[in-house]
Every structure is written in C-alpha cells, then in structure tokens.
C-alpha cells in the first residue's frame, strides 16, 4: 500500500518515524516550505523535512496546495493512502485523491477539542484526561468519521511540553495502527457524535496568555500549565513583561494582599493576590532576561515598592 504523509512539526516526526520503522510504504513526504528562522533569520527545514531527507524519503514543498502542478506531482506518486498529522487544511482535490482515503492524526479525544491547539486548551481548562484520535478527513475540519482512539490522563502538574511529548510518541503507534487496520479492511469508521458541550481548540494569539488576576486560582494555575513552555502565560510586574513558567496556588485569604495586589519578603517568595487566595510565582522570566526560579530571582532585583 502506496503511502503520502503529510506533516511540518516535531508532533508529526514521531508518525512518520514509525511508519518508516514499521517498514510501511512511505512514497513521498509533503511539509511546509523552508521559511526563514530564529534572530539570524536563517533559511531552515521543516522538522518533518529534515527527518525525511535523512531516510532518504522524496520530499514535496508546496506553497499553494491546489497548485496544479503539486497535484500533478502528487498524483503521479499513485498513493493507495495519505495521512495527515498537524499539517494545514488540505483542499478536497488533494484528500480526495487516493482510493483508501485521507486520515488525520489529531491530539484529543474528538469530537471535543477540535481545532489547531487541543493539548493546550485541555490543559487551560483543567482536564483530566484527553487523548489522540484517527479519523478520514472530510469537507468540514476535525469533522471526519471515527477510526481509533486512545486515552491519556492529565494530571494536575502536568504542563502542555510534557502532554505533547506524551501523546506525540502514543500517535506514532496509533497511526501505525490505523494504518494497518486500512491495508487489512479491518476498519469500522463511526460517525463523530454531536454533543451539546462541545469544547473547541482555537488557535492561541497572545492575548490567551495574559493571565488575569481577578480569576481563581486554579484557573490561573491551569493557563500557566497550559502555555508552558509555549508561547507562555504573562503578566506585567512593575511596568516590566513577564512570562510565567511555574506558579502554585494557595487558597488562603490573606488582609492586606487583594486581588492583583503583590507582595514579597525580597528573599524567598514573590507574591500576588487572586480571587480566592493568592498564587506563588515559582519560575518566571522578565522581558530582556533568562528564566529564573524566584530565589534567584529575589536576590538579584530591586524593588520599588
């Protein structure tokens, strides 16, 4: 069976790593162009890229999609199958072409969470569990019939790094997986059931991140997990940006320390009000500076309270 794989970042590597180790037959690898990068501005590849090339694999870079030339080349590879794991929408002309269909990889447990961000805003809202699902893609995003699914608990440390890191390997199987059940017929797709409470996963912009201190603390706890490590939960602490990257969340109310309000001992702990307690700041990182833990911190800093 005649394989495409469709895929840029890291999340996407661990997919086509265990195809290509499962000895399936991985024809051609489609990813992002090369773009510009980092502080140098260097031209860099793709993650997916860099992986196919070291295999050997023959790799196609599109800027258009329904460029009529890429389905040209895409059709001339004559896949049996294309799978999908965090790429861009593909238009009807391209995963409508092979005759087993398209499948996507996708980081929840669908129909929840469907969008471009669902390990972060499982974490945000303080689930806890989640999980990866295969399914065939069709007109509407995420909204393809049901191949496989598998679970994975969220706990309450857990930040949006460590569950990426742990259902990227979970997919690689998965797909492995989905892919075997295609070639054999051994497949049942199910139709996403529509539930009223559905949860979506939209892409973060910045303005996600900005924690405000008048919600409780555990939400504020959850929204630093969930942008940890990228691209960060912030705030503004003496007219200075700061990310977040660990806090813990005390439910104690304590006079004088009112919501938003900050506080410190200027050697072991930097503080801040929130609606039902206050929250530690445990590690963070000022705007022009390296991360720190707050020790460190604290012995460092002048304050202008």
Same mark, same amino acid.
Request: hydrophobic share 40%.
């Given at each position: 069976m005649r394989?495409i794989?469709?895929?840029?970042?890291?999340?996407?590597?661990?997919?086509?790593?265990a195809?290509?180790?499962?000895?399936? $037959?991985?024809?051609?690898?489609?990813?992002?162009p090369d773009? !510009?990068?980092?502080?140098?501005?260097?031209?860099?590849?793709?993650p *997916?890229k860099a992986? =196919?090339?070291?295999?050997?694999?023959?790799v196609?870079?599109p800027? #258009?999609?329904?460029?009529?030339?890429?389905?040209?080349?895409?059709?001339?590879y004559? =896949? $049996?199958?294309?799978?999908?794991?965090?790429?861009r929408?593909?238009?009807e002309? *391209?995963? /409508?072409?092979?005759?087993k269909?398209?499948?996507?990889?996708?980081?929840?447990l669908?129909?929840?969470?469907?969008?471009?961000?669902?390990?972060?805003?499982?974490?945000?809202?303080?689930?806890?569990? @989640?999980?990866?699902?295969t399914?065939?893609?069709?007109?509407?995003? $995420?909204t393809?019939?049901?191949?496989?699914?598998?679970?994975?608990?969220?706990?309450?440390?857990?930040? @949006?790094?460590?569950?990426y890191?742990?259902?990227?390997?979970?997919g690689?199987?998965?797909?492995?997986?989905?892919?075997?059940?295609?070639?054999?017929?051994?497949?049942?797709?199910?139709?996403?059931?529509? +539930?009223?409470?559905?949860?979506?996963?939209?892409?973060l912009?910045?303005s @996600?991140?900005?924690?405000?201190?008048?919600?409780?603390?555990?939400?504020i706890?959850?929204? *630093?997990r969930?942008m /940890?490590?990228? !691209?960060?939960?912030?705030?503004?602490?003496?007219? #200075?940006?700061?990310?977040?990257i660990? *806090?813990?969340f005390? !439910?104690? +109310?304590?006079?004088?320390?009112?919501?938003?309000?900050?506080?410190? $001992?200027q050697k072991?702990?930097?503080?801040?009000?929130?609606s039902?307690?206050? +929250? /530690?700041?445990?590690?963070?990182?000022?705007?022009?500076?390296?991360?720190?833990?707050?020790?460190?911190?604290?012995?460092?800093? /002048?304050?202008?309270?």
């Amino acid at each position: 069976m005649r394989i495409i794989f469709f895929g840029t970042p890291e999340f996407a590597v661990a997919s086509l790593q265990a195809l290509v180790e499962a000895k399936l $037959d991985v024809v051609a690898v489609v990813t992002a162009p090369d773009k !510009p990068a980092g502080r140098g501005q260097q031209i860099q590849s793709s993650p *997916v890229k860099a992986y =196919a090339v070291s295999v050997g694999l023959p790799v196609l870079q599109p800027a #258009k999609l329904k460029d009529p030339a890429f389905l040209e080349e895409l059709a001339a590879y004559k =896949a $049996d199958l294309q799978i999908i794991v965090a790429f861009r929408m593909l238009p009807e002309a *391209v995963w /409508n072409m092979p005759p087993k269909g398209t499948f996507n990889l996708h980081a929840s447990l669908l129909p929840q969470y469907r969008g471009a961000a669902p390990i972060h805003w499982a974490v945000i809202n303080g689930e806890t569990e @989640t999980g990866i699902t295969t399914f065939f893609l069709q007109h509407e995003i $995420d909204t393809g019939d049901l191949l496989f699914q598998e679970t994975e608990p969220i706990s309450e440390t857990d930040t @949006t790094g460590e569950l990426y890191e742990r259902l990227m390997n979970k997919g690689g199987a998965l797909v492995v997986k989905t892919t075997r059940a295609i070639e054999s017929g051994d497949i049942h797709p199910k139709p996403q059931q529509e +539930i009223e409470e559905l949860k979506s996963a939209p892409k973060l912009q910045r303005s @996600t991140g900005e924690v405000h201190w008048t919600r409780a603390g555990r939400d504020i706890v959850n929204l *630093v997990r969930g942008m /940890n490590p990228f !691209p960060g939960a912030h705030t503004v602490f003496q007219g #200075k940006n700061c990310k977040l990257i660990g *806090v813990e969340f005390h !439910p104690e +109310i304590i006079p004088d320390l009112g919501v938003g309000v900050w506080d410190t $001992d200027q050697k072991t702990f930097l503080r801040v009000g929130c609606s039902d307690g206050y +929250i /530690n700041i445990l590690e963070w990182q000022m705007e022009g500076k390296k991360r720190l833990k707050i020790e460190d911190f604290l012995r460092g800093y /002048n304050f202008n309270f």
